[in-house]
């Protein structure tokens, strides 16, 4: 093991990776982290074991949320953020809103850690 990766054999990978599965298949989406859904879909596709939540939102890339977001805000009339800020306020109205600013929230974040993610490796190929 050294700073810059870890070598790991595939079927180490695998194993690995369906363990972290399950734990997304029970706990999701009451309990999840965006930068770690990101990681667990590229594992996935490399392993060809792809999460549920990759049907679930009709695929896992910057277009399919920013149509959620989209969808959300033309649903509202509203940009996402003030949607969310409101219905916090208030608290949601239907389970309509709800299951909406849950999305909302995790589009945002995730959309975030892509960004990130894509400013990362534009920045190590420029190094």
Do not use: W
Request: aromatic share 6%.
């Amino acid at each position: 093991m050294t700073r810059e990766g870890v070598t790991l054999s595939l079927d180490d990978l695998r194993k690995l990776y369906l363990y972290a599965l399950d734990h997304c298949k029970e706990l999701c989406p009451a309990i999840r982290d965006a930068e770690t859904c990101v990681i667990m879909v590229e594992l996935g596709r490399i392993l060809g074991i792809e999460p549920p939540c990759v049907e679930d939102f009709g695929g896992f890339d910057e277009e399919t949320f920013e149509r959620l977001v989209d969808e959300i805000e033309e649903r509202y009339g509203k940009s996402l953020p003030k949607f969310l800020a409101e219905t916090e306020e208030r608290g949601p109205r239907s389970l309509q809103e709800q299951a909406d600013v849950i999305d909302g929230k995790f589009a945002l974040e995730v959309l975030a850690v892509l960004k990130r993610r894509k400013n990362k490796n534009k920045e190590n190929k420029d190094s």
